[in-house]
């Protein structure tokens, strides 16, 4: 179970190969990758992710291992970058391997619920005519909460 929180950007096919590395116990690897998106129909230049060193690193370990405790998990990867970002470039990286199918997924998507929440990143999204910082999302609020029942 790791975390990253990192400027770099990351290869997901390596992350996926280190993580299921010498564990013949998983049977399956659920993996989800976030893209910067432009919603505006091209308009969007980049997306500015800011963040707290200690604190987002905690939080995000602190997401991991509450999924853990919740799924049979055998390995995890959290992956999130900070920085500024152009439209296409990858964001971020859940990778979840379990015995069984139903725990990877259910566990990555947990994680995702989470991390769209919780993980305290504050984004600006840059435009050709200027930029908004990104607010929170009742949508993203309502699929956290599915958790907590």
């Known amino acids: 179970m790791t975390i990253s929180v990192q400027q770099d950007d990351f290869d997901l096919g390596f992350e996926v190969t280190t993580l299921t590395k010498n564990n ?3 049977g ?3 993996t989800f990758v976030g893209l ?3 919603k505006t129909g091209g308009t969007l230049i980049s997306m500015e992710l800011e963040h ?3 604190m987002t690193e905690q939080a995000l370990a602190e997401i991991e291992q509450a999924a853990t405790k919740r799924w049979s998990l055998n390995a995890s990867r959290v992956i999130h970058r900070y920085g500024n970002l152009k439209t296409g470039e990858q964001i971020m990286m859940v990778a979840t391997a379990s015995p069984h199918r ?3 997924f259910e566990a ?3 994680l995702m619920d989470y991390l769209k929440t919780d993980a305290p990143f504050w984004k600006k999204e840059h435009f050709k005519d200027g930029a908004d910082w990104v607010d929170s999302k009742a949508i993203d609020d309502a699929a ?3 958790w907590t029942s």
């Open 102 to 104: 139903k725990d990877a």
């Open 36 to 38: 910067v998106r432009d």
């Open 28 to 30: 399956a690897v659920v």
């Open 144 to 146: 956290k909460d599915r």
């Open 108 to 110: 990555a998507e947990y």
């Open 52 to 54: 707290y060193p200690g």
């Open 24 to 26: 013949i116990d998983i």
